[in-house]
C-alpha cells in the first residue's frame, strides 16, 4: 500500500520537525521552511526537504507543483509555520507587522490553495493548520500577533464550512506557549521552560492525522497540565 503524502510547513525545527519524525514512519514527508537548514532537517529524519518563503505566491506555486509532480499527490498538509511580534501597537516595526500577517495569514491560505484543488480532486485530503491559544484569545501587547492567530482560526472555521463535504478534513489546532525558538527567532528573550514540548504537540497532531478520513477533529486545543 502507498504511503500517504505529507507537507508541513516550518519544518526545519520545533514543532513541524517533531510532526515529520512521527508522520515520517508510515508517510512520505515533505518539509518546507524558509531557512535552508530544513535540507539538513530532512536529511536526519530520512524525508525530502524543500527551501520556500511561503508568503511568496511565486514560491509557493512552483514548489507545490514540484513536491505535486515529484509525489504525485498530497494527502496531508500541515500549516506550521508561523513567527512572532510583540509589543505596544505603535511600537511595532512596519516591515515586521507585514512579514507577521504575510507568513501566519496569507502564507497558510497560500500552500493551502495549492494543494486543496487536487484533494478536491480525489474526494479526500487533510489540512491542519497550526493557530494558537492567542487565535481564541486577546492580549495586551500582542495586537498583530493575534489578529494573525484570529485570522487562521477564522480561516480554518471558514474552510471547514467550505470542503467538509467534499471528503476533507480541516483541523485547527491552538495550543498554549510551546518550547520553541519562535521568540528567540524574533530577536526576545523569553523563559520557554514551562511551556508545552513540540513533541506532546506533535503526538496530539499526528494521532488526529492518523485517525482515518471518517474521524474529524475541528479544534484542538493543548494547555500544559494544571494550567
Not at 528567540?184 to 511551556?195: E, L, P
Amino acid at each position: 500500500m502507498q504511503k500517504p503524502i505529507a507537507v508541513i510547513t516550518g519544518g526545519a525545527e520545533g514543532i513541524g520537525r517533531s510532526i515529520a519524525e512521527s508522520l515520517v514512519r508510515d508517510h512520505v514527508v515533505y518539509l518546507v521552511d524558509v531557512n535552508p537548514q530544513v535540507l539538513k532537517a530532512a536529511e536526519e529524519i530520512g524525508c525530502a526537504g524543500r527551501v520556500c518563503n511561503i508568503a511568496d505566491p511565486a514560491q509557493v506555486e512552483l514548489v507545490m507543483a514540484e513536491i505535486e509532480k515529484e509525489a504525485g499527490r498530497v494527502d496531508v498538509l500541515v500549516n506550521n509555520a508561523g513567527v512572532w511580534i510583540q509589543g505596544p501597537l505603535e511600537e511595532n516595526d512596519v516591515a515586521r507587522m507585514q512579514t507577521v500577517v504575510n507568513v501566519n495569514v496569507l502564507g497558510t491560505m497560500l500552500v493551502t490553495r495549492a494543494v486543496l484543488g487536487g484533494m478536491k480532486q480525489r474526494g479526500q485530503g487533510t489540512i491542519v493548520n497550526m493557530s494558537s491559544q492567542n487565535g481564541l484569545h486577546a492580549s495586551a501587547d500582542r495586537a498583530v500577533y493575534n489578529a494573525s492567530k484570529w485570522a487562521v482560526t477564522g480561516f480554518t472555521k471558514c474552510l471547514q464550512e467550505e470542503v467538509h463535504h467534499q471528503g476533507i478534513r480541516v483541523m485547527g489546532v491552538y495550543p498554549a506557549m510551546v518550547q520553541t525558538k519562535i521568540f528567540a527567532n524574533a530577536g526576545i528573550d523569553r523563559d520557554t521552560s514551562t511551556g508545552i514540548l513540540p513533541s506532546d504537540v506533535a503526538d496530539i497532531v499526528c494521532h488526529a492525522i492518523r485517525a482515518g478520513a471518517h474521524i474529524t477533529y475541528p479544534e484542538i486545543g493543548i494547555q500544559p497540565g494544571g494550567y
